[in-house]
């Protein structure tokens, strides 16, 4: 049923399937040079790095390996992610609830417009990675949480603040550090990204990274923290209808206030508060361009908070009508 719950998401794919991203084109180029046997480089004999997301570049040159079509392959990677990242989210979020409830959410989060529009970028490999550590930690698999977290780091960088929340609520849940295990795989798998690019690149860190850092301190972008500057968004993903955005905007603030009311319930939704928090400031104190697929993390959870509020509304409507109303209900 999860799977049937996709088909709507694999549909608008399909739809979707020409799109094409101008930083997802830079993506697709650096892969067509190494697929073409001219080295992991935008320019042929030029050694400069503008790849953000190392794990997603190398999946990218995995799939474009076995799919000859760079677009076909970008797309198909994009929609895979996007379907298991909403069925972890599921297993997350929705495992207490009912089937129709899981399967609502997969619907609801499955053809929303906003995550079609990052199609061709990391964002819902990064969705995905998100939803993983914290379905490790819900289930106290520190060694599997370890691995995931490396892996987040290496999609987006931004994971470490997901990291570091899981760190201190592994803290205030168990009184003590992780046991040195855990760190070893994440560690190797950071370093050897970094050791590759300080030999490839010679440079540990992305040049285009840096660059929007250093953009955003400059004042070149503009000043007064371009990251909440995204009323643009109101149209891209709600056609520009307040009512919309109302609608999952209420929903959404329902849904966490029910959420964080329920006992033995409250600390993932407080991690989930804290992660976005302290994303939020990384972007805002730097000044960083408000890039559209950065806001991936606010509209996966608003989604999950939205079903919630849905299944609220829904039982409280069924209490009150009973079976003489049901129908109205």
């Known amino acids: 049923l999860y799977l049937l719950s996709c088909l709507p998401l694999f549909y608008l794919a399909w739809v979707n399937r020409n799109y094409q991203l101008d930083d997802a084109l830079i993506y697709l180029r650096y892969v067509r040079n190494f697929l073409n046997g001219e080295g992991l480089v935008y320019n042929p004999g030029i050694y400069f790095n503008g790849l953000t997301s190392p794990l997603y570049s190398y999946l990218m040159i995995l799939s474009g390996a076995l799919i000859k079509n760079l677009q076909t392959a970008n797309i198909l990677l994009a929609a895979i992610f996007h379907a298991s990242a909403?069925?972890?989210?599921?297993?997350?979020?929705?495992?207490?609830?009912?089937?129709?409830?899981?399967?609502?959410?997969?619907?609801?989060?499955?053809?929303?417009?906003?995550?079609?529009?990052?199609?061709?970028?990391?964002?819902?490999?990064?969705?995905?990675?998100?939803?993983?550590?914290?379905?490790?930690?819900?289930?106290?698999?520190?060694?599997?949480?370890?691995?995931?977290?490396?892996?987040?780091?290496?999609?987006?960088?931004?994971?470490?603040?997901?990291?570091?929340?899981?760190?201190?609520?592994?803290?205030?849940?168990?009184?003590?550090?992780?046991?040195?295990?855990?760190?070893?795989?994440?560690?190797?798998?950071?370093?050897?990204?970094?050791?590759?690019?300080?030999?490839?690149?010679?440079?540990?860190?992305?040049?285009?990274?840096?660059?929007?850092?250093?953009?955003?301190?400059?004042?070149?972008?503009?000043?007064?923290?371009?990251?909440?500057?995204?009323?643009?968004?109101?149209?891209?993903?709600?056609?520009?209808?307040?009512?919309?955005?109302?609608?999952?905007?209420?929903?959404?603030?329902?849904?966490?206030?029910?959420?964080?009311?329920?006992?033995?319930?409250?600390?993932?939704?407080?991690?989930?508060?804290?992660?976005?928090i302290s994303y939020s400031c990384f972007f805002i104190f730097l000044n960083i361009p408000n890039y559209h697929w950065y806001y991936a993390p606010y509209f996966i959870f608003s989604l999950v908070y939205c079903t919630v509020g849905i299944i609220f509304l829904a039982n409280r409507l069924n209490r009150i009508f009973r079976n003489r109303w049901l129908w109205a209900a």
């Open 86 to 276: 909403l069925i972890v989210f599921t297993e997350v979020f929705f495992i207490k609830r009912s089937l129709a409830a899981r399967c609502l959410f997969i619907i609801l989060a499955g053809t929303f417009p906003y995550f079609f529009l990052v199609y061709g970028m990391e964002t819902p490999l990064f969705m995905l990675m998100i939803g993983l550590c914290l379905y490790c930690y819900r289930i106290e698999q520190y060694f599997w949480l370890g691995v995931f977290s490396g892996l987040l780091i290496l999609t987006r960088v931004e994971g470490i603040f997901l990291v570091s929340v899981l760190l201190v609520g592994y803290l205030i849940r168990h009184r003590r550090l992780p046991a040195y295990q855990y760190f070893i795989i994440p560690f190797c798998l950071v370093a050897a990204n970094l050791i590759f690019n300080r030999l490839y690149y010679g440079a540990y860190l992305p040049a285009t990274g840096s660059a929007k850092v250093w953009q955003g301190q400059s004042g070149l972008w503009g000043e007064g923290w371009l990251f909440l500057q995204a009323g643009y968004l109101s149209g891209w993903v709600f056609g520009s209808n307040r009512l919309y955005l109302f609608t999952i905007a209420t929903l959404a603030l329902l849904g966490f206030i029910n959420s964080i009311r329920i006992a033995g319930n409250r600390e993932i939704h407080w991690i989930i508060a804290a992660f976005l």
